[in-house]
């Protein structure tokens, strides 16, 4: 039998959970370190590393987790968010039924939260209560702390499935290791809060956001009141990429993450400690490597990575709308080509699916994947014009393998849940990723 999140790049589940955990343990914490301490370049820190060896680096140098004001900084933005999650009022969102008949149940309020939590970051700063820039110094800390809340709340989390979940959607992959990495529930709730909505939504996605905006008020001291083109252009297009996200969260409630990935340390690590700390680092980077482009190449740099998020937005929001009307909305002007796949579900009823094959669902399977990478380079490419250094093309290189990872593993999911009506689907778009090649 076949462990939950198989069909991926990674054959043996297993074994690709615990190489995957051992190895992101020691991976976060580097990435700030080398541009911290060693200028972006990875050459500096592997001579630093070989010389005082890995324990001697690691005693030397590593960031202590147990820093009180971190701690303090990292609870506070906690409880605000969750906070905001009840209180501030929003449409009730349900989403798809899930395989044991579950319905989720949502407070869709991203945007309002969204717009809230930047407004209170900046009053914070205005009335001198909290130094955004803080966060930049603090940020080999504040991730090493992530790190420790991570484990615990994962351990938590596999515990809870196994022995009170939520909802039917749980149990055991047959392996512990294979539990803690994968999940062993779907919806988790702890006191009344959806586990995934937070960590997913609330916390990683909002640092993201909230992360940038520190780092542009660092440049903004340290350059005496001002802050350089390719820091706008960044901080400008990645803002737009979020309040997209926020703006379309409902959506992202009907995604794989959240209707497939169970709560684990694949999604829930890579949440409280990967998203803040990777898809942040190329703007973190930039902080003290400040470049003054042009003001065409400013424009054109921001205006094509505004174009790639719309694109990205317009595949999702194109599939969205044949989905809520049954496949009555016009696609490019064009009543849509579909194909009608019938499943079962775990209970044995019969439901039905309409696979969409017109508009930017005709040209792949996973099209809407290339206009995502494509904004994540615009909002790294102002770094690169900085230094030889390696570093601002990690996160768009990062994505396309995720993203590869997770088109392999739903074509999967969906073969085995559509079978034959899948393979007719695949006939109609043959391409996985992109048009005529993959």
């Known amino acids: 039998e076949k462990s939950w999140g198989s069909g991926g790049l990674f054959a043996n589940r297993e074994l690709g959970s615990v190489l995957l955990i051992l190895f ?6 580097p990435f700030i370190l080398i541009c911290k301490n060693y200028d972006g370049s990875f050459e500096g820190f592997g001579n630093d590393l070989t010389n005082r060896g890995v324990v001697g680096y690691v005693m030397d140098l590593w960031p202590t987790p147990f820093d009180p004001y971190v701690w303090k900084m990292i609870l506070s933005f906690m409880a605000f968010e969750l906070f905001l999650m009840k209180a501030v009022p929003g449409e009730v969102f349900k989403a798809t039924p899930t395989p044991s008949g579950h319905i989720p149940v949502y407070n869709a309020n991203g945007v309002q939260c969204y717009v809230i939590t930047i407004v209170a970051l900046f009053a914070l700063y205005h009335y001198d209560v909290f130094n955004p820039a803080d966060v930049y110094d603090n940020m080999d800390k ?8 991570a484990l615990c709340f994962c351990s938590i989390l596999t515990l809870k499935g196994l022995t009170f979940p939520s909802t039917a959607d749980s149990g055991t992959n047959g392996s512990v290791i294979v539990d803690f990495f994968w999940g062993t529930e779907l919806y988790p709730r702890i006191m009344g809060f959806d586990v995934k ?25 340290m350059l005496g009141g001002h802050i350089s083109s390719s820091m706008l252009v960044s901080v400008l297009v990645q803002s737009v990429y979020l309040f997209k996200f926020f703006y379309w969260e409902t959506g992202y409630f009907c995604s ?9 340390y694949y999604i829930c690590w890579g949440c409280l400690v990967y ?4 898809y942040t680092v190329h703007t973190y980077f930039m902080v003290e490597h400040p470049v003054y482009l042009s003001l065409p190449t400013t424009i054109f740099c921001t205006a094509l990575g505004i174009f790639f998020i719309w694109c990205n937005y317009d595949c999702d929001r194109q599939r969205q709308e044949f989905r809520a009307t049954g496949g009555k909305a016009l696609v490019w002007g064009a009543p849509p080509k579909y194909i009608t796949a019938k499943y079962t579900t775990a209970e044995g009823k019969e439901r039905t699916s309409l696979l969409l094959c017109s508009g930017w669902w005709s040209l792949s399977r996973h099209f809407h994947y290339i206009p995502e990478v494509a904004a994540s380079f615009m909002w790294c490419v102002p770094g690169l014009f900085t230094t030889q250094h390696l570093m601002p093309y990690f996160y768009p290189v ?7 990872d997770r088109a392999w593993r739903d074509d999967k999911r969906c073969a085995d849940k559509y079978k034959h009506h899948w393979a007719a689907y695949c006939k109609k778009v043959p391409s996985k990723i992109i048009p005529g090649v993959v």
């Open 24 to 29: 992101t343990q020691f991976f976060c914490v």
């Open 142 to 149: 504040i991730i090493s702390s992530l790190n420790i809340f």
């Open 197 to 221: 909505q937070f960590t997913n939504c609330r916390f990683g996605l909002m640092f993201w956001q909230v992360g940038i905006l520190c780092y542009a008020i660092k440049q903004y001291q």
């Open 256 to 264: 794989m993450d959240i209707q497939h990935d169970r709560a684990g």
């Open 275 to 278: 998203v803040p700390s990777m």
């Open 398 to 404: 990062y994505l396309s393998i995720l993203l590869a």
